[in-house]
C-alpha cells in the first residue's frame, strides 16, 4: 500500500492531529473517532442540561397541592357537570382532595362533588329571609362563630380540604332551615369567598351588596359563643340561695330567669308576687319578692 508524509493539523478545532506516515484509511477513521467522541460528549451534556430543567425548574400546566391538573381534566369536568366557567370547581375540587403540604392524586369525582355544593349555595339563596324579619338563635349564633373559627385557623394552617369541608356543613345545616336568616348566609358567603369568589360576588351582589367581597373585612369570632359548656347559675330569693340550675354558656337573661322561676326548689319561694329580678349572664340570678 502507498505510503504518504502528512502533516495534519486543525486549526479550527480542539482535536489536533499530528500523523507521520498515515493511510487516506487511517487519517479518515482516526478524524470520524474525534467526531463521534465530540457528539456523543455533547448528547450528554444536553440530556444532563434536560433532566435539571424538567425536575427543577419546570411547573406543572396547573399546579396546587402537587396536582397536575391539565387540559383534560377541565375538558371532563365541563362533561360531567355541564358548567360553563369549570376553572373555579377544578380550583376548589383539586383544594378538597388534600392538603396542600400533601401530595394526592388528581380525582375528577372532586370536581363534580364541588359543583352539586356549588350549585346547592346558588339555590340556598332562595330561602334566605331578605326582609331580615328572622333573627339568629342562641344556638345559631353558636354555629356561624364556630365556622368562622374553624375556616379561619384552618387557612391560616393551610388545610383547605378540611375549611371546605366546614363549610358543607354549614350548608348541610342551612339547607335542613325553612328560613335562612340573611345575616347567617350574609357570613357564610363571605367565608366561601376564599375559595370562590366569582359565584359568591354574584350571590353578593343578589343580597343587596354594591362592593366587592374582596374589599370586605373577615368576619370576626365572638369568643362567647364558642363557649358551648354548661355552666351552674346560683338562684337566690332576696339575697339568700335557693338552688344551683344548669344553662349553656350564653344563655339569655330572658331564659334564664324562666328556668330559674319554673324550678321547683325556688317556686315554693315566691309565691307572692315578683318585685324585681336581678340577672347577670353566665354570673347569677336573684329574684326580689
Not at 391538573?69 to 377541565?74: A, E, K
Not at 375538558?75 to 376548589?92: D, F, H, I, M, S
Not at 363534580?112 to 349555595?121: A, D, E, Q
Amino acid at each position: 500500500m502507498e505510503k504518504m508524509t502528512i502533516q495534519a493539523v486543525f486549526r479550527q478545532s480542539p482535536y489536533k492531529i499530528d500523523v507521520g506516515f498515515l493511510s487516506h484509511g487511517d487519517i479518515f477513521n482516526q478524524v470520524m473517532k474525534k467526531i463521534i467522541t465530540a457528539v456523543v460528549i455533547l448528547l450528554i451534556v444536553v440530556l444532563i442540561a434536560f433532566g435539571i430543567k424538567h425536575f427543577f425548574f419546570t411547573e406543572p400546566p396547573i399546579s396546587y397541592l402537587s396536582v397536575s391538573v391539565t387540559r383534560m381534566d377541565v375538558e371532563e369536568a365541563v362533561l360531567a357537570t355541564g358548567a360553563l366557567e369549570p376553572v373555579k370547581q377544578v380550583n376548589v375540587g383539586a383544594q378538597v382532595n388534600g392538603q396542600l403540604t400533601e401530595d394526592v392524586a388528581w380525582s375528577g369525582t372532586a370536581v363534580t362533588g364541588v359543583y352539586r355544593f356549588l350549585k346547592k349555595v346558588w339555590t340556598l339563596f332562595d330561602k334566605v329571609d331578605l326582609k331580615k324579619t328572622v333573627g339568629l338563635t342562641h344556638d345559631e349564633k353558636v354555629i356561624i362563630n364556630k365556622a368562622i373559627q374553624n375556616v379561619r385557623d384552618r387557612v391560616l394552617s393551610m388545610k383547605f380540604n378540611t375549611a371546605i369541608s366546614a363549610l358543607m356543613e354549614l350548608s348541610n345545616h342551612m339547607a335542613e332551615m325553612e328560613k335562612i336568616p340573611f345575616e347567617m348566609y350574609r357570613e357564610f358567603i363571605k367565608l366561601l369567598s376564599i375559595f370562590a369568589p366569582y359565584i359568591c360576588d354574584e350571590i353578593w351582589e343578589k343580597l343587596g351588596n354594591e362592593t366587592f367581597l374582596i374589599n370586605e373585612k373577615f368576619p370576626d369570632v365572638d369568643e362567647k359563643f364558642l363557649k358551648t359548656e354548661m355552666l351552674k347559675i346560683p338562684v337566690s330569693v332576696n339575697g339568700k340561695t335557693r338552688a344551683v340550675i344548669d344553662v349553656k354558656f350564653g344563655t339569655g337573661i330572658d331564659v334564664l330567669t324562666k328556668i330559674a322561676t319554673e324550678n321547683p326548689a325556688v317556686k315554693k319561694h315566691i309565691a307572692g308576687e315578683v318585685k324585681k329580678i336581678i340577672a347577670t349572664e353566665n354570673k347569677f340570678i336573684n329574684i326580689i319578692v
